[in-house]
């Protein structure tokens, strides 16, 4: 059924929302020896702080958390009808599924709203910064985009810029955390946990599961494993040549001499825009949010500590951080309120700039 929490949503509807909780089949990858989404920090499990913001949040309709289902049950007693538990099925992409075709099925007799063409949110269970504003604020900022492309996109990736990213790096008596960006000639920027798709108009979303198993940059391992993958895929030779060069840009940054300067001019957004559309076969968009929360989750047990250590202090920076004036219902953006509303306006005009581009080299 299509809801509207507020007299007016960034859609036409509120959104349905997954959240991956899913236990790495891999031992070493958990934390403390337990799947990330029941690691507790200030007295709450990670995938109930993740659902409470979601439910507060005025853009989200129904809630669906896949991951081991017994024990989401027993660690999340007296959940509303609108939280839905899935049983895990394996890896990230058959857990995204499980969870998409859940969300298809209790829309499937909604009059005049397509299962293929309505959005869904999707995030992980360890972003314990995440709030209700920092969601809604990213949803309206997608449907923004999605509006000024003149198309549904396919898929639209949350990305946070080096600005919001520094008021978390450690201080000289105080923890921190400080991981590689993508060097970008607009910005540095590092991908923020959270995404709205619509999964059906991706012909390519089998790549998901190669892109996220080797999406840990800074180990050239894994950026020869994924540059060899693009291969068989559309634009697959320019992917593979990105994905290079990207990282060369990354290990010449601190210097910053004459070919980092040539590398990270060539490292537009608009070309990454049209790689990306290319190999996962549907239009892609980036969506710069200034809530630099969304990129920290619980990457290693270091992580989890200083989490833990500077919660507190993370939190009141992200109850902090001002949102632009976009409103719900096609309300115009506001003028922005301070540095990081950039963020959005900065999206949108890179859209704009290059719809033509996009729209000749990509299979919808």
Same mark, same amino acid.
């Given at each position: ?43 709450? *499990? ?7 913001? %979601?439910?507060? #949040?005025?853009? *989200? ?10 024990? %989401?049950? #027993? ?10 538990? !899935? ?6 992409? #058959? ?45 309206? =900022? ?45 910005? =540095? %920027?590092?991908?923020?946990? *959270? ?62 001499? =004459? ?11 608009? =070309? ?33 500590? !200083? %989490? ?17 004036? !976009?409103?719900?219902?096609? #309300? ?33």
């Amino acid at each position: 059924m299509i809801t509207s929490h507020d007299q007016g949503n960034a859609y036409p509807y509120s959104i349905d929302a997954l959240v991956l909780a899913g236990t790495h089949q891999n031992p070493g990858r958990l934390i403390a020896g337990r799947n990330k989404a029941f690691l507790e920090i200030d007295g709450q *499990i990670l995938i109930r702080r993740v659902v409470d913001a %979601l439910r507060q #949040a005025k853009e *989200i309709d129904q809630i669906y958390v896949v991951g081991p289902a017994a024990e %989401l049950l #027993a660690e999340m007693p007296g959940l509303s009808a609108d939280v839905h538990i !899935i049983d895990q099925r394996g890896k990230m992409l #058959a857990n995204c599924w499980a969870g998409i075709e859940a969300s298809e099925d209790f829309h499937r007799n909604d009059p005049g709203v397509p299962v293929a063409e309505r959005p869904m949110l999707v995030t992980v269970c360890d972003i314990p910064l995440v709030t209700s504003i920092a969601v809604d604020d990213f949803v309206r =900022r997608s449907a923004k985009v999605d509006a000024h492309s003149g198309f549904a996109n396919g898929m639209l990736v949350g990305v946070v810029d080096e600005s919001v990213l520094t008021p978390f790096y450690p201080l000289a008596d105080k923890p921190g955390i400080k991981r590689p960006y993508v060097e970008t000639a607009e910005g =540095r %920027l590092r991908l923020a946990n *959270i995404y709205v798709g619509r999964p059906r108009k991706l012909t390519g979303y089998d790549f998901l599961q190669t892109g996220f198993s080797h999406r840990k940059a800074e180990d050239w391992r894994n950026v020869f494993k994924l540059a060899w993958s693009f291969f068989k895929r559309p634009q697959g030779w320019q992917a593979a040549w990105m994905t290079g060069r990207l990282q060369l840009t990354l290990m010449t940054a601190k210097k910053k001499g =004459r070919f980092y300067r040539y590398l990270k001019r060539g490292n537009t957004e608009a =070309r990454l825009e049209k790689l990306i559309s290319g190999v996962l076969g549907g239009p892609v968009s980036v969506v710069i949010t200034p809530f630099g929360g969304l990129s920290l989750d619980v990457d290693d047990e270091e992580d989890f500590r !200083i %989490l833990n250590t500077r919660f507190k202090d993370w939190m009141a920076i992200t109850e902090a951080t001002k949102t632009t004036g !976009i409103q719900s219902s096609g #309300a115009d953006i506001g003028q922005p309120s301070n540095h990081n509303d950039n963020a959005g306006q900065k999206a949108i005009k890179m859209t704009e700039s290059n719809n033509k581009k996009k729209n000749g080299s990509v299979d919808r």
